[in-house]
């Protein structure tokens, strides 16, 4: 299984892909989850990192890509692993490409298992679980630059992968449980 997680901030890409990890003994990779524990830490990345997810904008390509080959290389990633946050731009997809035909000897990303879920949500409808949610980089400003941001870096990545025939796009405005049930049913069985 080798799963990456795409949607605007909200969509509840963190919330479905930490309970398909559980369920299928795989590690959940947030790109997010270990900015903020780079900023907690007050490590070298973390100080560099803080700025910019404070402000809503993206983390300079190249620390992402040091975090991820180094998280791409641990052992508990060989069996597959849930990606939620990563690629976020068309320069993290390629080197993305790249770094999987290095760990598993494939030719290219397009040859591999990999997989792009989509979580599909309304904007007015992401505003308002952010809003509720209270991270630190959660206040109204943030958001909508998140979002903006988001429109014009990640978005693009949509067409990067449904063109690969690897997009799995997914209503994400319903209950939690449905959108899990959807995700199961569609993920496995053909992985
Ligand atoms: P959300 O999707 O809810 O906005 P994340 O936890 O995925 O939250 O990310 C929080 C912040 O961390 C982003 O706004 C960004 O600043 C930074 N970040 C996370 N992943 C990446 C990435 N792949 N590239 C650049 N910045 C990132």
Same mark, same amino acid.
């Given at each position: ?18 309970? !398909? ?17 780079? =900023? ?18 993206? =983390? ?39 770094? !999987?035909? $290095? ?21 007015? =409808? ?22 903006? =941001? ?20 997914? $209503?994400? $405005? ?8 959807? !995700? ?5 069985? $053909?992985?």
């Amino acid at each position: 299984m080798q799963l990456i997680f795409m949607g605007p901030p909200g969509a509840g890409k963190g919330t479905q892909a930490q309970l !398909l990890a559980a369920l299928w003994k795989i590690p959940h990779i947030s790109t997010g989850d270990i900015l903020r524990a780079c =900023v907690v830490a007050k490590t070298d990345l973390g100080q560099k990192a803080q700025s910019y997810m404070d402000r809503g904008e993206l =983390v300079p390509d190249e620390l992402l890509m040091d975090i991820v080959q180094e998280r791409m290389n641990q052992p508990d990633a060989r069996a597959g692993w849930i990606l939620d946050g990563f690629p976020r731009t068309v320069a993290q997809a390629a080197f993305f490409d790249k770094l !999987l035909c $290095d760990v598993e000897g494939s030719t290219s990303g397009k040859d591999c298992a990999l997989r792009a879920v989509n979580l599909d949500v309304p904007d007015n =409808v992401l505003v308002a679980r952010l809003l509720s949610r209270g991270r630190q980089d959660d206040n109204e400003e943030t958001i909508r630059r998140r979002l903006q =941001v988001y429109r014009e870096q990640t978005e693009p990545l949509i067409d990067f992968y449904s063109g690969r025939q690897q997009l799995v796009a997914v $209503d994400g $405005d319903r209950a939690m449980e449905l959108v899990t049930a959807e !995700l199961q049913q569609v993920l496995s069985g $053909d992985s």
